[in-house]
Every structure is written in structure tokens, then in C-alpha cells.
């Protein structure tokens, strides 16, 4: 279930707490939690309902900024039922501890048997190693140029990204990936000489997801934490081209949640 950046940090911020899709069956299940960049967004109910009998409130509920805006949105695919989606902000994704949680010895063992098990049950053989290694290799470079690297298909590359992101292995960027904590200690686990020049992640709060042209802006001002975004002031970032107003919302509600304001 795809939902929009500003959308989701609406839900975290108790804002918003429908959905209204049209699909030709349910897409989750209440209690299905989807791992967003946010956190945990928690599916509490899912309705079919008569897109003649959506209400004003409900379409309020659902961010739009009016019924006739939200009818206008439900156009498409006229042939599908609507279905009403409760949601719910659930907390942090609990893969973020784990991708800071470096493993023991016994942890390592039983991450590279895991491993193995991904390579074995590849129709193209053993592919984990490899993806481990570009990655840390080429931090923050886009998905596509590093398939393509590989000689692989983008589609299939990022949902092997997803696997190893399911164990801590990496973390998604805006743009591209790096290895965690947790992934560059397997990596090293596993080299003859580990790595003495990876460098490391900033220190502070990471940017929360705003979109690739606004992280693209912030990048080349050598902005890449939370506190250097509240140190440079919103009139400053507003003036950046590629930095719109959903990004700006994004970093005011993620500044906000940590009791922080703009500098000025």
C-alpha cells in the first residue's frame, strides 16, 4: 500500500487516519503493519463502502482538503470498489535498533548461514555477498547504476536489497543504501582484512525520507543530520531549489518531534 510522505507523516502526527483506495480486492488485512519511513503504520480497518456515502469528515480524516477533492482522487478506476482504511501510527521500525546492534561471534555465524540460505534458493546464484559488497563499496549511488553494475534487473535487485535490509544489513536512503552498523561488522567478519577507510556514518539524527531532489539540495550543502537542518534555519532551507514544501513539512514535524525548533 503506497502512501505519500506527506501522508505519513500526517498519520504519525495523529492527523490523518483513513485511507481510501479502489482496489478490485483488499491489498492488507487489519493489524498488517507497513514498514514506512516513519515507522510502523498499523492497518486498524479495512470496509468496502459507496464512494456516494464517503462524508466530509471522513474525507478530512483522510488528508484531502475536500469531499469533492478526495471524489476527484477516486476517479480512476471507476471499476473497482472503494475500500476505507483505517490506520494508525505504531511506533519505530524495529529494524532500526537491530541495524545498530553489532552481532557477536554466534550473531555472525547465524547471519551468514542465513546468507547462504538467500544464495542457495536464488535462480541465479549465490547474489548476497556481492550486494554487500557494491553497496559498501558505493553508499548513497542509485539503485539502477548499481544493478546495472551487477548486470541485474533494478526490480529484482531492490527487493534483494529488502532481504538483506530484513536481517539490519542495510539501510535505504532517499538515494541508494549504505551497510548499518550491523552490515559493514558481517562484511568485515567475512574479509581477509577488514576495511580500515569505510567511512562512517554521519554523526546525529538522520534525515528523515523527504525525496530524492530535496536530499540531492541537502547533499550538496553538505547537510546530512537533523541538527545541521535546525542549525541552518528554514528560511535557508526554503531557499534551496529541490527542497518543496512537503520535504520542509517533513523535517518541521521530524524537528518538532524531538522539541527542536529552526534557528531562526
Do not use: C
Not at 173 to 188: C, E, F, Q, T
Not at 226 to 244: F, K, S
Amino acid at each position: 500500500m503506497m502512501i505519500r510522505p506527506d501522508t505519513l507523516a500526517a498519520i504519525k502526527a495523529g492527523e490523518v487516519d483513513l485511507a481510501f483506495r479502489r482496489w478490485d480486492r483488499p491489498r492488507v488485512l487489519v493489524g498488517t503493519r507497513l514498514r514506512t519511513g516513519v515507522g510502523l503504520i498499523e492497518v486498524t480497518g479495512v470496509e468496502q463502502v459507496a464512494a456516494s456515502r464517503v462524508t466530509a469528515a471522513e474525507a478530512k480524516r483522510a488528508g484531502a482538503g475536500s469531499l469533492v477533492e478526495l471524489r476527484r482522487m477516486l476517479e480512476g478506476k471507476a471499476d473497482r470498489p472503494v475500500w476505507r482504511v483505517g490506520l494508525t501510527y505504531a511506533g519505530a521500525d524495529p529494524r532500526e535498533a537491530l541495524r545498530a546492534n553489532a552481532p557477536d561471534a554466534d550473531e555472525v555465524i547465524t547471519i551468514r548461514a542465513r546468507l547462504d540460505r538467500l544464495d542457495a534458493a536464488s535462480s541465479f546464484g549465490p547474489w548476497t555477498r556481492a550486494t554487500l559488497a557494491i553497496i559498501d563499496r558505493s553508499p548513497t549511488v542509485r539503485a539502477p547504476d548499481l544493478a546495472a553494475e551487477l548486470g541485474r534487473d533494478t526490480p529484482s535487485f531492490k527487493r534483494d536489497v529488502r532481504k538483506l535490509k530484513e536481517l539490519g544489513l542495510t539501510e535505504s536512503l532517499d538515494i541508494g543504501y549504505r551497510l548499518s552498523p550491523r552490515g559493514a561488522a558481517v562484511v568485515d567478519a567475512e574479509a581477509t582484512t577488514p576495511r580500515l577507510d569505510r567511512d562512517a556514518a554521519p554523526t546525529g539524527t538522520p534525515l528523515p525520507r523527504i525525496g530524492a531532489p530535496a536530499t540531492r539540495a541537502l547533499r550538496a550543502q553538505g547537510i546530512w543530520t537533523l541538527e545541521q537542518v535546525r542549525d541552518m534555519g528554514e528560511a535557508q532551507l526554503t531557499a534551496l531549489h529541490g527542497v518543496g514544501p512537503v520535504a520542509v513539512r517533513l523535517l518541521r514535524q521530524a524537528l518538532a518531534d524531538r522539541g527542536w525548533t529552526w534557528s531562526d
